[in-house]
């Protein structure tokens, strides 16, 4: 069965303190996974996507990478305004449909 | 350029009823598709269509219906609303399907 998971469920990190977010797929056929950030009562925002094993994107403090299994976001020096739920979103498999993540919710305190 | 938006951004419907949640985008976008948000479960795809005419069932289809007469406007029915219904909608618009999707800024139902 096609899934995502993402890990962990919730993270705190100080200011300043880097970390990575982890999302790992069981999905034949990969053709591209994406990375959302969601802040609360908005709608998902496109971050990055990813095609194929080996790909990195980088946006400000935010750096995305993907293997045959699993996708990292690299949060470098993270600021309080980072703080939101980041998704990761998988397209392939059986189904040919975009399959979600849960989430991390990331806060990040001064 | 207002990419895609929801109307209403909140509503509350009795056991039921039924009523529609508008979506639009003025992105040209050929792929448009229905989720909604739950605590615990993420996004799940209700229904999506890749153009003008042509719409497809997802993940979660039972209870909703839509249509597709424009390529900007993709509405979402909800025919007889139940309890279970309770939720957060969000419409999505992209070039395809395996490009990245654009959220609108959602619905939040609540049936009772």
């Known amino acids: 069965e096609d899934q995502v998971t993402q890990s962990p469920e919730a993270l705190r990190l100080q200011e300043g303190e880097s970390s990575s977010l982890n999302c790992s797929y069981t999905?034949?056929?990969?053709?591209?996974l994406f990375w959302y950030r969601q802040d609360p009562g908005k709608g998902p925002e496109f971050l990055f996507t990813?095609?194929?094993a080996g790909e990195e994107k980088e946006k400000e403090r935010l750096k995305a990478t993907l293997t045959k299994k699993e996708s990292f976001l690299h949060i470098t020096a993270p600021k309080p305004e980072d703080s939101a739920t980041y998704l990761c979103?998988?397209?392939?498999?059986?189904?040919?449909?975009?399959?979600f993540g849960t989430g991390t919710l990331l806060a990040v305190q001064p | 350029n207002a990419g895609v938006t929801q109307t209403p951004k909140f509503q509350v419907l009795k056991t039921g009823q039924s009523m529609t949640l508008q979506c639009a985008q003025d992105?040209?976008?050929?792929?448009m598709s229905w989720y909604r948000q739950d605590p615990g479960m993420g996004l799940r795809l209700i229904h999506y269509?890749?153009?003008?005419?042509?719409?497809d069932q997802g993940e979660v289809p039972n209870g909703y219906n839509v249509s597709r007469s424009t390529t900007e406007d993709f509405p979402l029915r909800l025919l007889s609303a139940a309890p279970s219904q309770t939720s957060v909608y969000f419409c999505?618009?992209?070039?395809?399907?395996?490009?990245?999707?654009?959220f609108g800024p959602g619905t939040r139902l609540t049936v009772l």
């Open positions: 999505a618009s992209s070039f395809s399907n395996n490009r990245e999707q654009f």
């Open positions: 999905v034949s056929g990969l053709r591209g």
């Open positions: 990813l095609y194929s």
């Open positions: 979103a998988v397209y392939g498999g059986a189904t040919n449909k975009l399959i």
């Open positions: 992105m040209n976008h050929e792929y």
């Open positions: 269509s890749v153009g003008a005419g042509i719409t």
